[in-house]
Nanobody, 124 residues
Framework: VQLQASGGGLVQPGGSLRLSCAAS????????VGWFRQVPGKGREFVAA????????AYADSVKGRFAISRDNVKNRVYLAMNYLTPEDTAVYYC??????????????????WGQGTLVTVSS
């Protein structure tokens, strides 16, 4: 089982990035998938998630209207388009998969599989 996140980097405030996460080793469309983020000294924070067939999404209030999550169940990938980035978005971003999720506001302790994390730094 593997979740491989990519796409992080350094971006200026107001800029955009698109994260990608490639899944393998499990039946991707059986899982709700999403993204968390973590800054040093804090726990992982839920960012966004998308339903198994992509029919609905959920976002943390802090990113609503700026981030967009999507998935491709043929390519077994989940994406996070991040726009209007601010320094407060600086964090390591982790993709995650949850088989038993009954709603889209994923909880850290219920996640079945984690990606390795990709660092996003928003700075001028």
């Amino acid at each position: 089982v593997q979740l491989q996140a990519s796409g992080g980097g350094l971006v200026q405030p107001g800029g955009s990035l698109r994260l990608s996460c490639a899944a393998s080793g499990f039946t991707f469309d059986d899982y709700v998938v999403g993204w968390f983020r973590q800054v040093p000294g804090k726990g992982r924070e839920f960012v966004a998630a998308i339903a198994r067939r992509g029919s609905s999404t959920a976002y943390a209030d802090s990113v609503k209207g700026r981030f967009a999550i999507s998935r491709d169940n043929v390519k077994n990938r989940v994406y996070l388009a991040m726009n209007y980035l601010t320094p407060e978005d600086t964090a390591v971003y982790y993709c995650a998969a949850d088989w038993s999720a009954r709603n889209l506001f994923l909880e850290e302790n219920a996640i079945d599989y984690w990606g390795q994390g990709t660092l996003v730094t928003v700075s001028s």
